[in-house]
């Protein structure tokens, strides 16, 4: 929580890169980079109510298209490789003022809550995750409204750390968060624009598993392992002969898919 900033500033920034570097994505979004440090700021200030589905109800609601739905759309389209590459067509036309795109994310801006309540989550997350002052979350200032919305989402470390000083449960030994140290032969996949659980964790996790192989995927996110044939067939191959790391020649074929007009 006090990374999370970073971390999904961060993913958003390399999304933007690679935008700028393929042909067809900077042609349809010459001003992506200026749009996403602008977008959340303008809803913010002017929210904008819009008519939705409700993805579980299938009911028709009316919902208020603030910077923070902005920042929670991007977030969540940002961590699932198959609507990476949505990212930037998402800030560029709600930074054209066509709110359309967010009543068919509905999804995205607003998460269902999940088959836990949110007493429940909250418990969890004080118990295993309040370890930290709210003065110590690291905002980078890439784009400074995206950060700051992370930060204040509903399990993020701004909003964590406020609940938690009045929720009274008390986090768990930090024993428990001691790294696991083991021989076994382990894979981890670890996509490059993950905006959740970046690289560099699975680099620290490895510090203390010596059989251990750490795969980055350029140009996924999270959860990259069975997320394309090429990193499936990489984890198969892994589990009928972990004494090696997999063969890992066919990522050099990847590439993201970006949504532009046709």
């Known amino acids: 929580h006090i990374e999370a900033p970073t971390v999904a500033g961060g993913s958003l920034e390399a999304i933007i890169r690679h935008c700028e570097e393929d042909a067809s994505c900077t042609k349809a979004y010459p001003d992506l980079r200026q749009e996403a440090i602008d977008v959340i700021d303008r809803y913010d200030a002017e929210p904008v109510a819009i008519e ?10 009316t919902m208020m298209l603030t910077g ?26 709600l930074a054209a003022g066509d709110t359309e795109i967010a009543k068919e994310m509905v999804w995205a801006i607003a998460p269902p809550s999940g088959s836990f ?6 418990s969890i997350f ?9 003065e110590e979350i690291v905002f980078p200032g890439i784009f400074p409204a995206y950060e700051k919305s992370i930060a204040t989402q509903s399990f993020g470390g701004t909003t964590i750390a406020r609940t938690c000083a ?7 030994d930090r024993r428990y968060k001691n790294p696991v140290r ?13 905006s959740l659980t970046p690289p560099s964790w699975a680099h620290e996790v490895a510090e203390t598993l010596p059989n251990s192989h750490v795969i980055e995927i350029e140009g996924f996110a999270h959860s990259p392992t069975f997320a394309s044939e090429c990193t499936a067939m990489m984890a198969l191959q892994f589990f009928a002969d972990p004494s090696q790391a997999p063969d890992a020649s066919c990522l050099a074929e990847m590439k993201i898919a970006f949504a532009v007009p046709e």
Do not use: K
């Open 182 to 194: 083991a021989d076994v032969p382990v894979l981890l996949m670890a996509g490059t624009l993950d």
């Open 52 to 61: 939705v589905i409700h993805p579980q109800t299938g009911e028709s609601l």
């Open 126 to 134: 004080c118990m295993e995750y309040s370890d930290f002052l709210e």
């Open 68 to 93: 923070h739905r902005v920042a929670q759309g991007i977030l969540m389209l940002n961590s699932q490789t198959p609507t990476v590459g949505m990212v930037p067509m998402f800030i560029h036309r």
């Open 117 to 122: 309540s949110w007493a429940l989550g909250t």
């Open 166 to 172: 009045m929720w009274g449960v008390d986090p768990i």
